[in-house]
């Protein structure tokens, strides 16, 4: 078993993940932004396994934490 086939690309994307919904779950808003980070990680490990399933999904959960971030601004300014 080989670790580094992604570069370590696909272990900094897990550990950005596992963050990310730490933070989310504390309700705290930047885990939408290391959310961001852990999706940009996953979409380069899709490339580079040539999962285009995984980078396009990706992509819509990051442009869902990115709605997410807005809708969390509206709340807070209501």
Do not use: E, H, P, Q
């Amino acid at each position: 078993m080989d670790f580094w086939v992604y570069l370590g690309v696909d272990w900094l994307a897990m550990l950005l993940t596992f963050i990310a919904i730490w933070l989310i779950g504390n309700k705290s808003r930047s885990g939408f932004v290391v959310m961001i980070f852990g999706n940009l990680c996953w979409i380069v490990v899709g490339v580079m396994s040539g999962s285009s399933a995984m980078w396009v999904a990706n992509m819509v959960f990051a442009l869902m934490n990115v709605r997410a971030i807005i809708k969390w601004t509206d709340v807070d300014a209501a």
